[in-house]
């Protein structure tokens, strides 16, 4: 019997919890107003009180009988509860339905350069944008871009930088490298490593340096060795970490490094 009673109860508290739930993922998804925006702000049923405003610096704009109102850092629901209290409280309007519309955002943005086919500033159109959805806005990055993201922001007053490796972050499914977005925040990609071919291969030149790429692989990319060349006596002729250039004699198993510049020796016999 008791169990009988609280199924109904239990079935309640849970529906209950779920539309909390997505109440508050809808409040993360909206928009959160900032300097610089510009909104139109409507009062259903009251179309002289329709008014477009500026975001000030200080997070306020006008609004007409409240004067300033404060809106900085809210989201748009937040801002249409502040509005629509004040009307309320102040006795200008009974029952306000208010509709904050935010026309420009500049407010919150963030810098997106480097090896991207849309480099520039992006505003956060939603409260939880994260570094993979800036990278999409940016138009993703470019066939000469590096794999590796570089984050540069502020969090908690510190600075903060790290370096995100983007294939890693899908292939494993671990989302935590995954930045949430916050204004201000500057993302980078650096170019993709290359290494370079000359001498007896068919496509001598700059090619882009993969993941563990190695000599043999190297050698693909440049079309082979022409009918005169030989993988025998490669040289590879490398910038070591203290600057100094070095040359060595590679295997074709070998892995290639970035800059790596490969000389294909002319067969003698």
């Not at 007896?200 to 340096?209: D, Q, S």
């Not at 030989?230 to 070095?246: C, F, N, Q, Y």
Request: hydrophobic content about 40%; some cysteine.
């Amino acid at each position: 019997m008791i169990s009988r009673f609280f199924r109904p109860l239990c079935i309640l508290v849970l529906v209950a919890l779920g539309f909390a739930g997505a109440a508050q993922a809808a409040d993360e998804r909206e928009y959160v107003l900032g300097p610089g925006d510009i909104v139109r702000i409507t009062v259903f049923q009251n179309p002289d009180l329709t008014t477009e405003a500026r975001v000030s610096e200080k997070g306020s704009l006008t609004f007409p009988l409240l004067g300033a109102v404060s809106v900085g850092g809210k989201s748009t629901s937040a801002a249409e509860a502040e509005i629509a209290n004040r009307l309320r409280d102040g006795g200008f309007v009974r029952q306000p339905q208010v509709n904050v519309l935010p026309l420009q955002m500049r407010g919150n943005q963030v810098s997106v350069l480097g090896q991207v086919n849309r480099p520039g500033r992006f505003p956060l159109e939603t409260a939880n944008m994260r570094l993979t959805d800036m990278i999409a806005t940016a138009g993703g990055i470019s066939a000469g871009g590096a794999d590796t993201i570089i984050f540069i922001g502020v969090r908690s007053g510190k600075q903060v930088r790290r370096e995100v490796d983007l294939p890693s972050l899908f292939l494993s499914g671990e989302t935590s490298s995954d930045i949430v977005m916050a204004a201000g925040d500057l993302v980078y990609v650096h170019r993709a490593p290359m290494f370079y071919i000359y001498g007896e291969v068919n496509r001598p030149g700059a090619f882009r340096l993969e993941r563990g790429m190695s000599v043999m692989q190297g050698l693909a990319s440049g079309g082979g060795t022409t009918s005169r060349g030989t993988t025998r006596g490669l040289r590879i002729h490398r910038r070591m970490p203290d600057g100094a250039l070095k040359v060595v004699e590679p295997g074709l198993d070998d892995l290639l490094r970035a800059d790596d510049v490969i000389y294909v020796r002319e067969s003698l016999f």
